[in-house]
């Protein structure tokens, strides 16, 4: 039997269990989670996401993805920064996506602010891999108990709080270690995961 946070899948697959509530969490978790994403549209993507994620499920989000890079012109950051008034009355009335007017307003802001953020750092990649935590300080053996305590680090404070500073919103500690979380920047697959040693190599 698979030790506690992880699950074997019928294709004899052991995983994190959190995936096995729907084909879709499956597919990400193994192709996609804990990966590294080094594009800034991806990053731009995935940190919007986690912003509009707040306070609903992953999975809720993850079926509306399709939905969201149809409406936000493919999270191409220089095109939202000149969304308008009416791309947020559109976007309000977009059954597709999350329609809330903070979390849509937000983006566009996001948006905004990262041409700043890349005119300094010259990528929004470039930016966000100066917070990859040191890997000392990593658990040499990630199990579901200590994931659990790990909703919020140092290093997604400091994130957070940097771009706070500069201006973004929807980027609260939480939001900001599930972005990490998301594209790589950390590896949380657990120890045992199958998915794990996958992760780790593409780094």
Request: hydrophobic share 40%; aromatic share 10%.
């Amino acid at each position: 039997m698979p030790a506690e946070g992880l699950w074997k899948g019928t294709d004899g697959v052991t995983r994190c269990a959190w995936c096995r509530a729907a084909d879709e969490y499956v597919a990400y978790h193994d192709t996609e989670w804990g990966f590294p994403v080094r594009d800034d549209r991806r990053l731009f993507e995935k940190i919007s996401l986690e912003g509009f994620q707040s306070g609903l499920s992953w999975l809720t989000i993850l079926r509306k993805r399709e939905n969201f890079r149809r409406a936000f012109a493919n999270f191409e950051i220089e095109r939202i920064a000149r969304f308008t008034a009416r791309d947020v009355t559109r976007l309000l009335n977009d059954a597709g996506i999350v329609r809330h007017r903070g979390k849509i307003e937000s983006t566009i802001n996001n948006a905004k602010r990262c041409g700043d953020l890349v005119d300094e750092c010259g990528s929004l990649a470039d930016y966000v891999w100066r917070f990859e935590p040191d890997r000392r300080t990593r658990p040499k053996t990630l199990t579901w108990a200590l994931l659990r305590g790990m909703a919020q680090t140092a290093e997604s404070i400091a994130l957070s709080k940097d771009l706070r500073k500069r201006g973004w919103t929807f980027v609260g500690p939480t939001t900001m270690y599930a972005f990490m979380q998301a594209m790589g920047l950390v590896n949380d697959h657990l120890h045992g995961c199958s998915i794990r040693a996958h992760a780790e190599k593409s780094r």
